[in-house]
Structure formats: structure tokens, C-alpha cells
Antibody
Framework: QVHLVQSGAEVKKPGASVRVSCKASGYTFTTYPMNWVRQAPGQRLEWMGWINAGNGNTKYSQKFQGRVTITSDTSASTVYMELSSLRSEDTAVYYC??????????WGQGTLVTVSS | QSVLTQPPSVSAAPGQKVTISCSGSSSNIGINFVSWYQQLPGTAPKLLIYENNKRPSGIPDRFSGSKSGTSATLGITGLQTGDEADYYCGTWDSSLSAWVFGGGTKLTVL
């Protein structure tokens, strides 16, 4: 059974960076891409980017290009998402989600990131 | 504004059937598989349908999906109060090179 466990809630000041982790289990880590999707309060789901867990290749949404970095540690079956230059509008729940357009997305439990001075 | 368009809300009585539409374009739904997600209040989205009409193990056959052209539809039969949730469609947009999602549809079981 696929299980994605994310790190805990974070509170950051504007201008800071945040790193959220996502530990995967229940499947072969390198055989599926891992996505990051965020959801601001009351808002729709917003895709940020993904990483090919097998070779480390990444693709980012144009909106977040230059501010987001997704990395993976295959030895720990863990993917990380770092978002820099935080602003209040980045306050959201951040989800990791395994899969692609064929298999669909299986989601972690979410990590609340609050940006506040 | 979402790339995929869903009705903001739908409602029906327990035991009845409801459909939720998802309208896209030739660069997303028209050429890629659609998946559907259920988000219960305060929880993460859950995969309901993938490859337009397939259900992951554990998803009851009360949930179904279909696709025609640049639109997709989620159907739910035998509605239960526990089905009250937000439902999202999603797919890859080949022009944007990004996943895109609908704005979500809030289902109320009256």
C-alpha cells in the first residue's frame, strides 16, 4: 500500500525559505514521479512541479520557476520541496503526490506552511 | 481562473445519482487521461478515478468516470452523506507543460 508521510507544519517569515519532506513507502520509489501541489485556503489545487525519482530530472511550473527546488534522496525514499523568497500569498497546504497522468496522483497528508511576519 | 472548468456545486438526495462535469480543451482533456479526486473536509485529496474511467482498488463501483472530446464526467450513484466533499478533475496540459486542475465542485447530499 502506497504511503506518503510529509513533515510537519511550518511558520516562516516573509523572505525566508521552507523545505518540506515526503517519505514514500509501499512501492519501488524510483518507478514513479513525485509531484508537489499546493492549496491555498479555499482555493483550487495548484501544481508546482515534479521530479523523476529514478534519475532526478525535474520540471517546474512557470509560476514557481526560480523559487522552487525539488530534490530526492533515493536511499531514504524521500523527496524534498524547497520554496524560497516566501510571501504571504504562499500560505497554503503543500502536498506531495505520487504518479503521472496515466496512473493518477496518490497524495500525502499535506503540510501547512504559514508565512507571517 | 482554472484551465479546467467545473460547476461550483451540485446537490442531490441520499440514494440518488449525481454527475459532475469537467470542461477543458484540446491541449489537456482532448489528448490526455483525466483523473478525479475526492477531498473530504480537512483532508488530503484521494484518487477516485484514473485513466478516465478506472477505479483504484478500494474505490466502490458507485463512482464512475467518462470522457468525450474535451470534457469529462464523474458519476456517483447511491449517494451517501459520507460522499459530501469537494471533487476535483485533473490532467496534464501539453501546451502549459503542467498539471492542471478544475476549480472543484462541492457535493452536498441533502
Amino acid at each position: 500500500q502506497v504511503h506518503l508521510v510529509q513533515s510537519g507544519a511550518e511558520v516562516k517569515k516573509p523572505g525566508a525559505s521552507v523545505r518540506v519532506s515526503c517519505k514514500a513507502s509501499g512501492y519501488t520509489f524510483t518507478t514513479y514521479p513525485m509531484n508537489w501541489v499546493r492549496q491555498a485556503p479555499g482555493q483550487r489545487l495548484e501544481w508546482m512541479g515534479w521530479i523523476n525519482a529514478g534519475n532526478g530530472n525535474t520540471k517546474y511550473s512557470q509560476k514557481f520557476q526560480g523559487r522552487v527546488t525539488i530534490t530526492s534522496d533515493t536511499s531514504a525514499s524521500t523527496v524534498y520541496m524547497e520554496l524560497s523568497s516566501l510571501r504571504s500569498e504562499d500560505t497554503a497546504v503543500y502536498y506531495c503526490a505520487r504518479g503521472g497522468v496515466v496512473a493518477g496522483l496518490v497524495w500525502g497528508q499535506g503540510t501547512l506552511v504559514t508565512v507571517s511576519s | 481562473q482554472s484551465v479546467l472548468t467545473q460547476p461550483p456545486s451540485v446537490s442531490a438526495a441520499p440514494g440518488q445519482k449525481v454527475t459532475i462535469s469537467c470542461s477543458g480543451s484540446s491541449s489537456n482533456i482532448g489528448i490526455n487521461f483525466v483523473s478525479w479526486y475526492q477531498q473530504l473536509p480537512g483532508t488530503a485529496p484521494k484518487l477516485l478515478i484514473y485513466e478516465n474511467n478506472k477505479r483504484p482498488s478500494g474505490i466502490p463501483d458507485r463512482f464512475s468516470g467518462s470522457k468525450s472530446g474535451t470534457s469529462a464526467t464523474l458519476g456517483i450513484t447511491g449517494l451517501q452523506t459520507g460522499d459530501e466533499a469537494d471533487y476535483y478533475c485533473g490532467t496534464w496540459d501539453s501546451s502549459l507543460s503542467a498539471w492542471v486542475f478544475g476549480g472543484g465542485t462541492k457535493l452536498t447530499v441533502l
